[in-house]
């Protein structure tokens, strides 16, 4: 039984302290941080097939083995680098998963020369701002099939969702959770403080409409 004043949090955060403490301090709060956006996506990556736990006990020993997820130090391994991290026991010694991390990192800087930012980038798919749950998951497919097209691996719809829930892209703590509430607070003041920018398409659709010789019927 539940003791009267003991918090409320989402299941999935109730079987081990490192859940907790990941779900209380993290997930959900809106995060615009380059490097710490890619580390959060690389890590769902390298989940798919796993659980969440067994990425966060290695979480240490990925910022350590992957330079803190420093891109242009990333871009730049070689094979050499590859086999020491397939024999490093502190990460998931699955090569399309380490080999994905280095593709993805000269993905993000290509990102970076066009958008000026991964943040400016990958927030778009939700207009700037934290979505609505009930657009969240066509925002996932979208943002999806954009990475894989500028050559991001791992980046599969759910990964793409998992990842939109951890950096505060979309509040989906349960209703009944006490961090509901502070999540959504935050990102109620996140709304506030950031432009609507539009999501990818919404922009050229709209000038097409406009040019079109239907437009005005």
């Known amino acids: 039984m539940p003791r009267p004043n003991e918090k409320k949090r989402c299941k999935w955060a109730e ?3 490192l859940l907790t403490s990941y779900h209380d301090a993290e997930w959900g709060i809106p995060v615009h941080d380059d490097r710490l956006l890619f580390e959060m996506l690389n890590l769902e990556g390298a989940q798919a097939g796993l ?12 910022r350590k083995a992957f330079d803190r997820f420093d891109a242009r130090k990333i871009a730049r391994y070689d094979s050499s680098k590859i086999a020491a991290l397939l024999k490093n026991e502190g990460i998931v ?9 280095i593709t993805n990192a000269k993905a993000l800087l290509e990102i970076k020369r066009e958008f000026g930012s991964f943040d400016a980038y990958i927030w778009q798919f939700t207009g700037g701002r934290p979505a609505e749950k009930q657009s969240a998951a066509a ?13 991001f691996k791992f980046v599969g719809g759910e990964i793409c969702y998992a990842f939109m829930q951890a950096v505060g892209m979309v509040n989906d703590h349960s209703k009944y959770c006490f961090r509901a509430k502070s999540v959504a607070k935050a990102q109620a003041a996140h709304k506030s403080s950031r432009p609507a920018i539009s999501p990818p398409g919404v922009a050229a659709a709209e000038t097409s409409k406009k040019s079109s010789p239907t437009a005005s019927r």
């Open 51 to 62: 659980s969440w736990l067994t990425i966060l006990k290695k979480r240490a020993n990925y």
């Open 93 to 101: 010694r699955n090569r399309l998963k380490i080999e994905a991390v």
């Open 15 to 17: 079987s081990n302290e």
């Open 139 to 151: 925002a996932s497919k979208k943002m999806s099939k954009d990475l894989k097209q500028h050559g």
